[in-house]
Structures are given as C-alpha cells and as structure tokens.
C-alpha cells in the first residue's frame, strides 16, 4: 500500500512563507501524478497543484504565482513552497498521489495523506 506522510504545516502571518513537504513509501513513486489539496473548515475540498510523472505541473488560480509544486523522485518527495500567504490560504493541505496523468479532480487520486494544517493569521 502506498503511504503517503505530509509535514511542514503550522502557523503563519500573512505575507510569510511555508513550504509543506509529502513522502511517499510503498509504491513506485516516480510513476505517481503527485497533487496537492486543501479544505478549510466549513468548506469542500479544492484543488491546490498537481506535478506529473513527467514533471507538468498546475496550480489553482488561487496560489498561481506565488505557489511551486517540486518533486524529487529520488527521496520520493513532493513539496508545495507557498509564498505571499493569505488568510484565505488557511486550511489542511492534504497531500495525493494518482495512477493516472496530472488530474486537478480529486477524484483520480486514490492516495491521500493526514493532512497538515496550515493557519495563516496575525
């Protein structure tokens, strides 16, 4: 079974920085699309970015710009680096992992971490 274990979440001011990290055990990580998703309380879970075998990547409107997704298939890592934090960036980061080519749908992941959560406040 694939394991998936996020870190790096915790509390930040706005206009700070974070960057959140994934490692992936039990599966052949460079094959993996690699997505990053959050869900703030009260809210459904929305599509953060995605990193594909190949390397493509995405980012949701949201974070396009002061977000990179980067992975390194050697230490089967994944990690979301997040600047220019906004309050509305608070949420837990759920870190997936999907068979398929990068998909920002939810649903074409079948691995999923804990989650980290991330709090952006003054």
């Known amino acids: 079974q694939v394991q998936l274990v996020e870190s790096g979440g915790g509390l930040v001011q706005p206009g700070g920085s974070l960057r959140l990290s994934c490692a992936a055990s039990?599966?052949?990580?460079?094959?993996?699309?690699m997505g990053w998703f959050r869900q703030a309380p009260e809210k459904e879970r929305e599509f953060v970015a995605y990193i594909s075998s190949g390397g493509s990547t995405k980012y949701a409107d949201s974070v396009k710009g002061r977000s990179t997704i980067s992975r390194d298939n050697a230490q089967d890592t994944v990690a979301l680096q997040m600047n220019s934090l906004k309050v509305e960036d608070t949420a837990v980061y759920y870190c997936?992992?999907?068979?398929?080519?990068?998909?920002?749908?939810?649903?074409?992941?079948?691995?999923w971490g804990q989650g980290a959560q991330v709090t952006v406040s003054s």
């Open positions: 039990g599966g052949t990580f460079s094959r993996f699309t």
């Open positions: 997936a992992a999907g068979a398929a080519w990068g998909s920002s749908n939810a649903r074409n992941y079948g691995y």
